[in-house]
């Protein structure tokens, strides 16, 4: 049984696997089929993808038989997402055998850079692998296979943000649409495969950003979530790598932009755009990030602040930058300047050397901090990662599996304590879709990143509408129209 578990996963995010679709260029005659998996920085990759080929004179289909082009857009962030794609591609590869020879089948994202010529080599179907910072090479790949033969880019860029590109909105709702603003990661957290496979730190031009933001507005979408792996380290200078920083001239450098002034920015685009941000990192995230949260109504009263663990021992062996105690500070901060502010976590168990004491003084972490949602996940070890190269993975997988249990058991008791506590009040909730249960209800998000589910009555996707809370599970809060 998989016990790795995601609680209240937002709807918008990381639907596993999902096929999406582009609805231009419907009568070209070449098709595509793009797959993606993992976090939402790999979905917008994929509107990225699906606007270059577009270009290309490509459309989409959902049925795969049919399509000239099948890409897999892909996760490597733990074993079971690499497992899952290599099922896939098993998949792809019994299609082209029975049904669509002439297929060409590509592996985009983290597995691809992860595993590059290895790819190819070992996976006989894949016919193009390429890597997050490559995708603009993706139409002269293509006529590689095309010419017969197999093509790679894996190069990692200090400078690719695909700012100049407009991403064609997949599989979306028209109300809510993601933003990237960051690319790439230099924490070097000693789990984590993301500096090795999605490169150096780099951030968007902010003008290009507003652009997008202010487009998304006249299209008439109601909310968007700037996305980066660690958005409180946005930094631009005239671009590079933020690791360059020190390097840009003294006018550069004092003309820069943070976060912060991004954030401040976007909220003044327009009152009734609803923004959100995600991944935070504790190391990085500042009271002034948390101020212009409280300064502008229209950024929501929600962050996602991954701890990983309650204990500093192995926050110290993470290399995660912060202690307990600071990250116990940064949430009383947030709490004192944004009293409604719903936080969520991402918490890792067994990661290496974790003693019965750490796993305690992860759950009374959580009992401080009685998080709204949690992301959990068992420590499952990446290769080529620090901890892979220089710590033991020695927690049995069975002592991984009960500690996970428990802290799953104790966030959806923390979730369930903070969605009755909404009970009764009254939030203004975005209409995002028809629910899935019933097709009578609509389902929106408070800003809080609570789902609430209610009658439609007169009301139409898009709208932001005044919801009374009646009930609640841990997982989502029912109510009515007021
Ligand atoms: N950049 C964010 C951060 O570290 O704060 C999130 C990055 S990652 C895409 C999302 C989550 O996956 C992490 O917060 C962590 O909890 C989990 N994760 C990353 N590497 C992992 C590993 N090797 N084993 C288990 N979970 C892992």
Not at 29 to 46: A, H, L, R, V, W
Not at 125 to 146: F, K
Not at 243 to 256: E, V, Y
Not at 263 to 268: E, M, N, V, W, Y
Request: aromatic residues 8%; hydrophobic residues 35%.
């Amino acid at each position: 049984m998989e016990f790795e578990h995601l609680i209240d996963k937002d709807i918008n995010e990381a639907k596993q696997g999902e096929a999406l679709s582009i609805t231009k260029n419907e009568n070209s005659t070449k098709k595509m089929y793009i797959e993606s998996y993992g976090c939402q920085m790999n979905f917008s990759d994929s509107e990225i993808v699906a606007s270059i080929l577009t270009k290309e004179g490509f459309s989409t289909t959902s049925d795969i038989s049919k399509a000239d082009l099948v890409f897999v857009n892909t996760c490597s962030i733990r074993e079971k997402a690499e497992k899952t794609v290599r099922k896939r591609l098993e998949f792809y590869n019994s299609i082209k055998r029975d049904k669509n020879k002439g297929m060409i089948v590509g592996v985009l994202g983290c597995m691809a850079e992860r595993l590059k010529e290895k790819f190819l080599e070992e996976e006989k179907l894949v016919d193009i692998v390429v890597g997050p910072d490559a995708y603009r090479d993706l139409p002269a790949l293509i006529n590689q296979v095309e010419d017969g033969r197999k093509a790679v880019n894996v190069f990692l860029s200090l400078e690719e943000t695909y700012a100049d590109i407009s991403p064609v909105r997949l599989g979306g709702n028209g109300v809510t649409a993601f933003v990237s603003i960051t690319r790439g990661c230099d924490n070097m957290c000693t789990f984590c495969v993301v500096p090795y496979t999605r490169g150096r730190e780099r951030s968007r031009n902010p003008e290009s950003i507003i652009k997008e933001c202010k487009q998304l507005v006249k299209d008439g979408y109601k909310e968007v979530t700037l996305l980066g792996q660690n958005v409180d380290s946005y930094l631009w200078y005239g671009g590079g790598a933020k690791k360059d920083f020190g390097k840009a001239s003294i006018r550069a450098q004092k003309k820069s932009l943070t976060f912060a002034q991004l954030l401040d920015k976007i909220a003044k685009i327009n009152p009734l755009l609803r923004i959100r941000f995600s991944t935070s990192n504790p190391q990085d995230m500042g009271l002034d990030v948390i101020d212009i949260m409280a300064k502008h109504d229209n950024i929501c009263n929600y962050i996602h602040l991954p701890v990983q663990s309650g204990s500093s021992r192995i926050l110290k062996l993470m290399n995660r930058g912060y202690d307990r105690k600071k990250y116990l500070n940064l949430i009383d901060n947030i709490k004192n300047r944004i009293p409604d502010c719903a936080i969520s976590m991402d918490m890792i168990t067994g990661f290496c050397s974790e003693t019965k004491k750490d796993h305690q003084e992860t759950l009374s972490l959580m009992d401080s901090v009685k998080y709204d949602y949690g992301y959990m996940f068992k420590y499952s070890e990446r290769p080529n990662t620090p901890a892979q190269r220089n710590l033991n993975d020695d927690i049995s997988e069975e002592i991984k599996q009960k500690r996970l249990v428990e802290i799953i058991e104790r966030q959806i008791e923390h979730s369930l304590i903070n969605m009755k506590k909404r009970v009764g009040n009254t939030y203004e909730v975005l209409i995002e879709g028809i629910s899935k249960k019933s097709k009578n209800h609509f389902y929106g998000r408070t800003t809080h990143n609570a789902t609430v589910v209610f009658e439609k009555e007169n009301t139409n996707i898009g709208e932001c509408v005044m919801v009374k809370i009646v009930d609640c599970t841990s997982a989502t809060l029912i109510g009515k129209i007021s």
